[in-house]
């Protein structure tokens, strides 16, 4: 299914895991739809995941470390993958969430300071260094575009979900503010793509996820989105078809967003009442 949608771009993609993660299925479209790029992940990331299959999937593909705290890994990244392409770039995707509380399951009553800022460091500042980097650098050409993965828990309370609710609420306002300023110096467009549950290694660290998968799906007119489409949607706002679209946070759910309640979910209650007598 093929169409050449990103022929001649290249791109730097971040967050590649396993072949279960969004940035893994978004690198393999991109490649089939003729983009060149570049893979990164945090170097401990690099040690245990499998990016160098990724990378022979990907026509060789540069795999080059960075942590995306890190100012230096960040220049070094984008000045690597500069003279990897022999100039600018035109895409970035920004597929990076982590949040130590969620991984050591205390609670977000209980939250441990020091991981909360971990977990904004990692999930949401990590953006504003990758573009603060790329405008110093000069590292992207006019109409490019960067998109950073977000979920719905920046606008509504999913409990589960712990301090990377405040992380993707200040990603997405990063993506706003950074889009007008880069906007207006390079006509550099930044977006949020805010997808449905997905099971990935980050996904189902979330405690509930299981049930708010099956919730979610149950909701959505359309039913959840896969990381595939997730995919395909990313490749979308690579293009030149969304030249238009920036500071925007995009929900590719389903339909999960608008919807108050689905006629399954009711159905579901009803017997559940009926079952409690
Ligand atoms: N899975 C879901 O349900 C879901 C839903 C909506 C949004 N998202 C978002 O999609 C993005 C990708 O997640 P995924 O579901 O593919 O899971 P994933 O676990 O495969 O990807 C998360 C990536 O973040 C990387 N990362 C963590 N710390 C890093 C650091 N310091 N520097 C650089 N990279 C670092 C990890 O190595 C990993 O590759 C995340 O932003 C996530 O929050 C996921």
Redesign the pocket.
Known sequence: MAHQLLKGKKGII?????E?????KTAIRAVEEGAEIVLT??PI?LRM?KINELSALCNNAPVIP????SVTDLENLLQKSMEHFGGKMDFILH????SPNVRKAIPYTDTNYDNFLKTLD??AL?LHKVLQSAMKLDALKEWSSVV????IAAQRTFPGYND?AEA?ALMESIARSFGYHYGFAKKVRVNTI??????????SGVSGFDAFFTYADKMSPLGNAT?EQCADYCLTMFSDYTKMVTMQNLFHDGGFSNTGVSQSIIEEMEKAAQANG
């Open positions: 971040f967050g590649a895991l396993d279960r993660s969004i940035a893994w992940n945090a990331a995941g960075a942590d995306a705290t597929s990076i969430g982590m990692i999930s990590s950073a993965l977000t979920y990377m993707k805010s997808q449905s549950p997905t099971i990935t290694t980050a996904g990381a």
